[in-house]
């Protein structure tokens, strides 16, 4: 039932409830952005730190909610291919649109370029590390022979790498030196914003994932295209929204940053999260591991335009969109059977 209930799965209704969940979405991406940035301007938060972790991490919200609910339901499921599909958008989409949309090229910096793009780098590796482990440490006794447990230790590894990058954050904040703007800055008030922003963002982004699945089961769309294609953007919606925003406005950096800190945030804190809470997931690594390698891809892609004059112009923006695409092409061969890297 779509709309908490109130209406039947329809094409109709569920277009309708994109639409609007879309525009509650813009909304609340709007309230997350602007009162994130009166807070670090009060707290003199640097703009990596204010895109890297407060817009990251707000506009990861649904992703985290959705896998905690999953989990306290009892039919978590880790979803690999969904949340690698996710990140994929993420790294290739979302920065080539915020560059289409600014009117100069997006502005980077060596910290974003050297700390945030490689942290996220080793985020990825110690996520596959991870799948090795239970595949390793803990096989499925009957099951395929590359099918693996991640249990609660195991989920501890990402999560301790995101307290490292908590810490190296926390440091980059008492080497700043910033003035503090608390004049005309109702700190209450934008904390108030800041919650309800995430509250909108929350119920729009379930509703609009509800209806996308429904539309996507009506008309026939397999389930691999349409959880790695199709509802991974739509999970990312905010974080497209928040980033596009940001570059409109010339903030370039908040935007790339918070790219890279949603991505490290879903990966090293959401899936870990999931697994304490259920207490193990199966994972496939036949599967898995394919698509962290198309995801190591798109990152080295995007940190190789960044560094290129430190700077994203509107022609690599293309080969990013372009990029994704092959991705797509590539989810429709596997859908097809016309390729089987995916086992």
Request: aromatic share 10%; net charge negative; proline share 5%.
């Amino acid at each position: 039932m779509a709309l908490f209930g109130l209406l039947p799965h329809t094409p109709v209704v569920d277009v309708f409830v994109v639409f609007v969940a879309t525009g509650l979405i813009w909304m609340g991406s709007g309230w997350l952005e602007g009162s994130a940035e009166q807070l670090s301007m009060y707290y003199g938060l640097p703009a990596v730190v204010q895109g890297s972790i407060v817009v990251a991490v707000g506009s990861s919200f649904p992703e985290l909610s959705s896998v905690v609910f999953a989990a306290l339901s009892g039919v978590f499921d880790i979803g690999v291919g969904a949340i690698v599909g996710s990140a994929i958008f993420n790294i290739l989409a979302i920065p080539a649109f915020s560059a289409l949309v600014s009117d100069e090229p997006l502005e980077t910096n060596r910290t974003l370029v050297y700390k945030e793009a490689q942290f996220y780098m080793i985020a990825v590796s110690v996520l596959v590390v991870t799948f090795a482990f239970a595949v390793i440490y803990a096989p499925v006794p009957d099951g395929p022979p590359l099918l693996g447990r991640i249990t609660r230790p195991l989920a501890m590894l990402p999560l301790l790498l995101y307290g490292l990058y908590l810490f190296i954050q926390w440091q980059d904040v008492n080497d700043h030196d910033a003035e503090r703007l608390t004049d005309d800055i109702q700190i209450e008030r934008q904390w108030l914003t800041l919650v309800a922003g995430l509250a909108v963002i929350l119920v729009a982004v379930e509703q609009l994932v509800g209806s996308v699945e429904s539309l996507s089961t009506t008309f026939g769309i397999p389930e691999l295209l349409a959880g790695v294609t199709i509802v991974a953007a739509a999970t990312s919606l905010p974080d497209l929204l928040v980033s596009v925003r940001a570059a409109r406005r010339g903030k370039s950096v908040t935007s790339l940053a918070n790219v890279l800190g949603s991505n490290t945030f879903d990966l090293l804190v959401a899936i870990p999260l999931g697994v304490l809470i259920a207490g193990s997931v199966v994972i496939d690594f036949a599967t898995a591991v394919p698509m962290m390698g198309v995801l190591t891809l798109a990152t080295v892609l995007l940190f190789a335009a960044l560094r290129t004059d430190l700077s994203l112009t509107k022609y690599e923006a293309y080969a990013l969109i372009v990029s994704y695409l092959l991705f797509v092409a590539w989810i429709i061969a596997e859908v097809l059977g016309v390729t089987g890297a995916l086992r």
